[in-house]
């Protein structure tokens, strides 16, 4: 089992950005699909970012498509989500996710994720 810690979340006005990351321990991401979901004040927790373990797909929430990017760093121990252009509707605790090794999920689905972090919080405010 991989263990996942968020950071990098904080306060910002709209049309700011944040990078968020998520360090794997205990084990790499190599071979386990990889997601951001976010979660707002009494509201179910939805996929936002998603990239699978092999050939590279990734798949995005349409809210934050063209403006989030989620990616790896090189050696297989990070996961960043990079977010322009932020709006209030992006405010939410952000919470990393991963899969098992070697699985093909389907990237929106939280049962198919087995590692989560504790979350970092967003807020975008003016």
């Known amino acids: 089992q991989v263990q996942l810690v968020e950071s990098g979340g904080g306060l910002v006005q709209p049309g700011n950005s944040l990078r968020l990351a998520c360090v794997a321990s205990?084990?790499?991401?190599?071979?386990?699909?990889t997601a951001w979901f976010r979660q707002a004040p009494g509201k179910e927790r939805v996929l936002v970012a998603a990239?699978?373990?092999?050939?590279?797909?990734?798949s995005y929430a349409d809210s934050v498509n063209g403006r989030f990017t989620i990616s790896r760093d090189n050696g297989e121990k990070t996961v960043l989500l990079q977010m322009d252009s932020l709006n209030h509707g992006d405010t939410g605790i952000y919470y990393c996710a991963a899969a098992p090794v070697a699985t093909m999920v389907r990237l929106s689905q939280i049962d198919d994720y087995e590692s989560w972090g504790q979350g970092t919080q967003v807020t975008v405010s003016s």
């Open positions: 205990g084990s790499d991401l190599r071979l386990r699909a």
């Open positions: 990239v699978s373990w092999a050939g590279g797909t990734t």
